[in-house]
């Protein structure tokens, strides 16, 4: 199949789950035979060559703005695709819907991922929700198919828009790497420090763990990955709390081998997002058999099962202080959490039975049209 994927910033992925989600398929797809390209955003992957990982690389340009950034270049390169003619064209981000229909013009089949609940976001103000929320509706009628990456995602379609979509969650194929040049260049010892890997944007909820950290009599550390655009009041005002604990760290982004080796030397792994489907960072903690804490919204419950512990989102900083205190008491109940977690990492979210149904899938629409 000759398959497009758009909506995203691009591969190599240095951002977030899409991007993640776009590599690890894309890369499976070539590896089976098929044609894989994906549409990048020019201001903001560097990648000099034309190919990745065997993924042919198309870079456009957009407009670089919070609002117009992912649209215009959805845009640009839905129009680019007519000339193409892909056999598929995959898109990433329900805000995205309204243009799934530009590549069927010419034959070309389309596929929406439409993620999580993005309208809950907090960085969106009133009409942005209103504008996501319209997308959703259209996302059950402008593309050949959609589907979710949670349950609870689909059965939210299924009660809302009286529609069931296919479900295809995300993978957690990590590497393992030792304490080495990333621990030593922040500080850290293995074992020694609590981790936060996302997007530090007010819906990522992170000052629930700065706060919470900060009340823990602790020799541990408190590292959070991460950064974002368009939000510089935010983790301005995040990184202010922090600035009287020398124990909380704030690294910026970290990818590839350096966030792998963050990942696989952490203590404890705290997801505090309270909004988004299934988070690509939780998914990967749990396969470095991370002891995992995540805010108890539906999404963070449905990816963890019975692997670790919550807290309740609602009651913040506290909630999650309690938490955490009883795990640093009981190092042997941190370690077992861990080991189920990677068990139940390694049985359900393998990057290759998810590249299965979307193949699957893809073919299927292929075949019935």
């Given at each position: 199949?000759?398959?497009?994927?758009?909506?995203?910033?691009?591969?190599?992925?240095?951002?977030?789950?899409?991007?993640?989600?776009?590599?690890?398929?894309?890369?499976?797809?070539?590896?089976?035979?098929?044609?894989?390209?994906?549409?990048?955003?020019?201001?903001?992957?560097?990648?000099?060559?034309?190919?990745?990982?065997?993924?042919?690389?198309?870079?456009?340009?957009?407009?670089?703005?919070?609002?117009?950034?992912?649209?215009?270049?959805?845009?640009?390169?839905?129009?680019?695709?007519?000339?193409?003619?892909?056999?598929?064209?995959?898109?990433?981000?329900?805000?995205?819907?309204?243009?799934?229909?530009?590549?069927?013009?010419?034959?070309?089949?389309?596929?929406?991922?439409?993620?999580?609940?993005?309208?809950?976001?907090?960085?969106?103000?009133a009409w942005a929700k209103r504008?996501?929320?319209?997308?959703?509706?259209?996302?059950?009628?402008?593309?050949?198919?959609?589907?979710?990456?949670?349950?609870?995602?689909?059965?939210?379609?299924?009660?809302?828009?009286?529609?069931?979509?296919?479900?295809?969650?995300?993978?957690?194929?990590?590497?393992?790497?030792?304490?080495?040049?990333?621990?030593?260049?922040?500080?850290?010892?293995?074992?020694?420090?609590?981790?936060?890997?996302?997007?530090?944007?007010?819906?990522?909820?992170?000052?629930?763990?700065?706060?919470?950290?900060?009340?823990?009599?602790?020799?541990?550390?408190?590292?959070?990955?991460?950064?974002?655009?368009?939000?510089?009041?935010?983790?301005?005002?995040?990184?202010?709390?922090?600035?009287?604990?020398?124990?909380?760290?704030?690294?910026?982004?970290?990818?590839?081998?350096?966030?792998?080796?963050?990942?696989?030397?952490?203590?404890?792994?705290?997801?505090?997002?309270?909004?988004?489907?299934?988070?690509?960072?939780?998914?990967?903690?749990?396969?470095?058999?991370?002891?995992?804490?995540?805010?108890?919204?539906?999404?963070?419950?449905?990816?963890?099962?019975?692997?670790?512990?919550?807290?309740?989102?609602?009651?913040?900083?506290?909630?999650?202080?309690?938490?955490?205190?009883?795990?640093?008491?009981?190092?042997?109940?941190?370690?077992?959490?861990?080991?189920?977690?990677?068990h139940r990492a390694c049985q359900?979210?393998?990057?290759?039975?998810?590249?299965?149904?979307?193949?699957?899938?893809?073919?299927?629409?292929?075949?019935?049209?």
């Open positions: 199949m000759r398959i497009a994927i758009l909506g995203i910033r691009g591969v190599p992925a240095n951002y977030g789950g899409f991007e993640t989600c776009a590599e690890q398929l894309g890369t499976r797809l070539v590896q089976r035979g098929h044609h894989v390209t994906v549409y990048c955003r020019s201001h903001f992957i560097r990648h000099p060559e034309a190919t990745y990982k065997g993924m042919s690389l198309i870079k456009l340009p957009t407009v670089p703005n919070k609002y117009l950034d992912t649209i215009v270049h959805t845009w640009v390169a839905s129009l680019h695709s007519l000339v193409r003619q892909y056999d598929i064209v995959l898109y990433f981000n329900v805000g995205n819907s309204p243009l799934t229909w530009i590549p069927r013009l010419v034959g070309s089949k389309t596929i929406l991922n439409v993620d999580g609940l993005d309208w809950k976001r907090e960085k969106w103000p504008y996501i929320q319209w997308s959703e509706y259209l996302a059950i009628k402008l593309p050949n198919l959609y589907l979710t990456d949670s349950q609870v995602v689909q059965t939210y379609y299924r009660q809302r828009y009286g529609h069931e979509p296919p479900c295809i969650a995300y993978g957690s194929e990590v590497d393992y790497v030792p304490p080495g040049d990333t621990l030593a260049r922040f500080g850290l010892n293995p074992q020694q420090y609590i981790l936060f890997v996302g997007r530090l944007v007010p819906e990522s909820y992170a000052h629930h763990l700065v706060d919470a950290f900060k009340a823990l009599d602790t020799d541990l550390k408190c590292v959070l990955v991460g950064d974002a655009p368009y939000v510089d009041r935010y983790i301005t005002w995040l990184k202010a709390k922090a600035q009287d604990d020398p124990r909380i760290i704030f690294t910026g982004y970290v990818f590839g081998r350096g966030y792998h080796e963050l990942g696989s030397n952490s203590t404890i792994f705290v997801e505090t997002a309270g909004a988004g489907g299934t988070h690509p960072a939780l998914l990967e903690a749990m396969r470095f058999g991370s002891c995992v804490v995540v805010n108890n919204t539906l999404e963070n419950l449905e990816t963890l099962g019975d692997t670790g512990l919550s807290y309740e989102g609602s009651v913040g900083a506290p909630a999650l202080k309690r938490v955490l205190q009883q795990l640093i008491a009981n190092p042997t109940v941190m370690k077992q959490y861990g080991e189920k977690a990677r359900v979210y393998s990057w290759e039975s998810i590249t299965d149904a979307y193949e699957k899938l893809m073919q299927a629409l292929l075949e019935a049209h």
